[in-house]
């Protein structure tokens, strides 16, 4: 039962949600809670795991790979425990970030019907049922992103939601392929039977489809261009919660994929995976440089971080892999971080452009604080998280030898530095432009719902890279069972 919470208590909150109709109090008490007992649930799920090793759960006593299965090893605990955890801060920040209008629009039965299908796809034991849950991901992100129909709202969502759908086409067309030659969905029933029958051509055609699939939600290069076209256009809080999960979500369906299905990873996808995380890495943070809205700035930091990743996972041994993992926990909570303050600038001063603001450093230095820990642990500055999660990926590809991919990022981080420097002098140390208003509704200093999460948030950065050694070890753990897909076939198909 514990293995299905990822799904249920989202599903139960958004039944909840619905019967209360649109009383804002109540939709805000539920909405908040259910992402508290979610994030309770993950905490319980990563004990449970890291005490009995990978959890199992048949649906309806089927065994696989007949029925529907549940999966959570320990890469699937952690994915939820930090998209839980971070999703409860931007809940928090939407109480008083999100307008009432777009609160009595059910902008939580949403939040929640976007959590499910995250959670469904992390735990996910069949490749149709993946799909299933990306597809509630796209559109519950899409009702999210258009929450309020302005007009730059609906253009940045026919963006996003044509791309995002034309991904799931893709990904459907490998499920086709893949299921007509072998008869299966199953992950591990799949993974071992493409081990035995040698099917090395049908794996690389249909696993083409694939990982253009996963490209597109990932937003890798060149699939990258539907993300800057459209994370600016929605409320930040909004924003933020898509920077937390849903290119995360499509690295998750890489890494989960990679090591099933690849043992020894052949020249041509390491190659094809290297060439493109340097192109994700340098076009993201080379576009991001030359922007003044903090939003884009943002946003394009998502692609080429998204770029380490993707190297992490090219360079393919176990600490790379484990790498990666902490790179990709780091982000989450740092790009979160740096979203949500920068709504509170937007809250301060009434826009994004850093030309129309600044002087915030003077007036709230404890803004500048907030904004400062995840800046820099983005920028990968000691002893912040990011220094950590780069230190690791660097070495693994010093120790793979592959030294053109790692100078490129160690360059991209130095650009990386540059952008965050931009935002602070620009936001917060030249002084504030002479038309420069705050709005007269709602005092900064009074949204407190709004500065704990980023508190939090930039703190745990910190946290994060303090207890660098402690995680990576657990993180390695995880990249261990990776690398033996045999402990999760073996944990899938033991009879019930």
């Not at 799931?168 to 086709?176: D, E, H, M, N, P």
């Not at 060149?222 to 076209?229: A, D, N, Q, V």
């Not at 060439?275 to 946003?299: E, F």
């Not at 709005?439 to 910190?462: C, D, E, Y």
């Amino acid at each position: 039962m514990i293995t299905a919470l990822p799904i249920l208590i989202p599903l139960m909150v958004v039944i909840l949600l619905l019967m209360v109709g649109r009383k804002v109090y109540w939709l805000k008490l539920i909405g908040i809670s259910g992402a508290f007992l979610l994030f309770l649930a993950s905490l319980l799920i990563f004990y449970t795991v890291r005490q009995e090793g990978i959890l199992v759960s048949q649906a309806g006593g089927w065994p696989a790979p007949y029925g529907i299965t549940l999966v959570i090893d320990l890469l699937s605990a952690l994915m939820l425990l930090i998209s839980s955890f971070t999703a409860f801060l931007v809940g928090v920040y939407a109480l008083k970030g999100i307008d009432e209008k777009r609160h009595r629009f059910r902008f939580f039965l949403f939040f929640h019907t976007l959590m499910m299908g995250v959670g469904g796809a992390f735990i996910a034991g069949d490749i149709f049922n993946m799909y299933v849950w990306f597809e509630v991901m796209v559109m519950s992100s899409f009702v999210l992103i258009t929450l309020g129909s302005e007009k730059q709202q609906l253009e940045g969502g026919i963006k996003y939601v044509t791309m995002n759908l034309m991904g799931s086409f893709l990904f459907l067309a490998g499920i086709g392929l893949i299921y007509g030659k072998t008869g299966t969905l199953n992950l591990a029933d799949l993974s071992m039977t493409v081990r035995e029958s040698d099917q090395t051509f049908l794996m690389n055609s249909s696993f083409i489809l694939f990982f253009m699939g996963f490209g597109i939600k990932a937003a890798i290069f060149p699939f990258f261009f539907w993300l800057p076209s459209s994370y600016h256009t929605p409320p930040v809080t909004i924003t933020a919660l898509f920077a937390a999960l849903l290119t995360k979500v499509g690295v998750y369906g890489m890494i989960r994929f990679f090591t099933l299905y690849i043992t020894d990873i052949n020249p041509f996808w390491q190659n094809l995976l290297l060439v493109l995380a340097a192109l994700t890495m340098v076009i993201g943070v080379l576009t991001a440089a030359s922007q003044y809205d903090i939003r884009r700035i943002l946003s394009f930091h998502i692609i080429s971080q998204i770029g380490y990743m993707i190297m992490g996972l090219g360079f393919y041994s176990a600490f790379a892999l484990a790498a990666a993992l902490f790179f990709m926990m780091h982000n989450i909570l740092a790009k979160t971080g740096a979203f949500l303050v920068g709504g509170l600038i937007q809250e301060k001063t009434g826009s994004f452009q850093l030309k129309s603001i600044g002087g915030l450093f003077k007036e709230h230095p404890w803004l500048g604080l907030f904004f400062f820990l995840p800046a820099m642990a983005l920028a990968g500055v000691p002893p912040l998280s990011g220094f950590f999660g780069k230190f690791f990926l660097i070495k693994g590809g010093f120790e793979g030898q592959h030294f053109l991919t790692t100078a490129i990022a160690i360059w991209v981080s130095i650009v990386t530095m540059f952008s965050m420097i931009k935002i602070w002098n620009e936001a917060y140390w030249k002084p504030a432009p002479k038309d420069l208003h705050q709005p007269a509704s709602h005092p900064l200093r009074l949204k407190r719902t709004m500065i704990v999460p980023v508190a939090v948030l930039g703190f745990s950065t910190l946290l994060f890279g303090l207890s660098a050694g402690w995680f990576m070890e657990v993180l390695q753990e995880a990249a261990q069972v990776l690398k033996q897909p045999e402990l999760y076939i073996e944990a899938v198909l033991k009879p019930v």
